[in-house]
Each structure stands twice: as C-alpha cells, then as structure tokens.
C-alpha cells in the first residue's frame, strides 16, 4: 500500500521559514520523482516545484531536496508571506504493482499571518 504523509505546516508570521515533509511507503523511493503542489480556497492545485521547475512566485524563497535514507521528500520555505497561505499537497509519480501511478498526501495547511 503507498502511503504519503505530510508534516510540518502551521502558522508563521511573515517572513519565517517552515520546512514541510513528505515521508513515503511503498513505492521504491530512489525511482519516484517527487514534486509539491499547493491550493488556494476555490483554485486548483498548481506546481510549486519539482526536481526541475520552481513557480515563479516562490523561486529563489522555496526549496525542494530529499532524503533517500528516509524515503522523505522536503520543502523548505524562507521568506514566507501571506500570499503562500494555501493548502500543500506532495505528490508522488513511481513504481507500485508493476505499474507507475501518481499518488498524493494529505495536505498540510501553511498559513502565513501576523
């Protein structure tokens, strides 16, 4: 069964920095290719980034990196500011049951206010 699971969201002033983590089980990690979306109230998700493209409006703010040793994927956010107030999703393209799916997390909430 591949499970995502995300942490690390919360509220932060602006400014501050938040690292999210994305953990993932069963698909072969090394061969799944990781990326992080978020969604505003009412939009649909969009591309945050991914091991080859970074959204304009958080480039040079937000980072992507992992760790295979732990099958965790991280985004590390500085800079915040209320426009990042959204719901941030990880998702997953790999390996399962023979066949290569797209899986996603639960969502962490970042909420960026004084």
């Known amino acids: 069964q591949v499970q995502l699971v995300e942490s690390g969201g919360g509220l932060v002033q602006p400014g501050g920095s938040l690292r999210l983590s994305c953990t993932v089980s069963g698909l072969h990690f090394s061969a799944t290719a990781m990326s992080w979306y978020r969604q505003f109230p009412g939009k649909e998700r969009e591309l945050v980034a991914d091991r080859l493209t970074t959204a304009d409006s958080v480039k040079g703010r937000f980072t992507i990196s992992s760790d295979r040793t732990k099958s965790t994927a991280y985004l590390q956010m500085k800079d915040l500011r209320p426009e990042d107030t959204a719901v941030y999703f990880c998702?997953?393209?790999?390996?399962?049951?023979?066949?290569?799916?797209?899986?996603w997390g639960q969502g962490t909430q970042v909420i960026v206010s004084s």
């Open positions: 998702r997953a393209y790999g390996l399962a049951d023979g066949d290569y799916s797209v899986y």
